[in-house]
């Protein structure tokens, strides 16, 4: 079974661009939840989609969203980017149900914004 | 947020030998799991140990939950030099929402 792909694998944008990472699933998964990891503040939670809502969101701000779609595919949006929303951002899948929940992440997205 | 602190922050060991890693969690849980980062890379699920068990093995790993201390332990015996990487922990909030600590850094020299 194919693992959780994500695209691109990195990214240079500028201060104030928008970006958008792709990230697809383990077949048959359908919860998506997406992390971005920095040096400073670890790994943190952006937001949990599942069957095309948004289940849970982190504390961020508005600029960052995301969506889901029907084959469970998920996207993740940046806008107006700031130098400090340079860092891996991680997806990662789960059946969701039953419990526990285990979830697979993929290899993350490096975003470097100059 | 973070959940909690791993403790230590860095390792470095001679290969063979044992590593041992503390997590501190803040709040109830269900279960408890640790996971695995190859520089800066994906991370790989290791074990989950629920919170009505105390002790856990899988493999080379020894993961133990103490509840009333909001604290678990994972032990890699007779470590290897692939076994370098960052280490988490992590427990599960509403959803699939994941709290990670901060984790350990472990270098195994051969």
């Known amino acids: 079974k194919a693992g959780v792909t994500q695209t691109p694998r990195y990214l240079i944008k500028t201060r104030g661009q928008q970006v958008t990472l792709s990230c697809s699933p383990i077949s048959g998964h359908r919860s998506v939840s997406w992390y971005q990891q920095t040096p400073g503040q670890g790994l943190q939670f952006l937001f949990e989609y599942f069957s095309e809502t948004q289940r849970n969101k982190g504390n961020f701000p508005g600029r960052f969203s995301g969506r889901q779609f029907s084959n469970s595919r998920s996207e993740m949006n940046v806008s107006t980017l700031e130098l400090g929303d340079s860092a891996l951002y991680l997806c990662a899948s789960s059946l969701a149900v039953p419990p526990p929940y285990e979830q697979y992440f993929g290899p993350g997205t490096r975003l470097t914004v100059t | 947020s973070q959940q909690g602190e791993e403790d230590p922050q860095a390792l470095s060991i001679q290969e063979g030998e044992n590593a041992t890693m503390n997590c501190s969690y803040k709040?109830?849980?269900?279960?408890l799991q640790w996971y695995r980062q190859n520089s800066g890379r994906g991370l790989v699920h290791l074990i989950l140990?629920?919170?009505?068990?105390r002790e856990k093995h899988s493999g080379r790993l020894r993961v133990t939950l103490d509840t009333s201390k909001k604290s678990s332990s994972l032990l890699i015996t007779a470590s290897r030099a692939a076994d370098t990487a960052s280490y988490f922990c992590a427990t599960k909030e509403y959803g699939n929402k994941l709290v990670f600590g901060a984790g350990t850094i472990l270098r195994v020299k051969s």
């Open positions: 140990i629920r919170s009505n068990e």
């Open positions: 709040t109830s849980i269900n279960n």
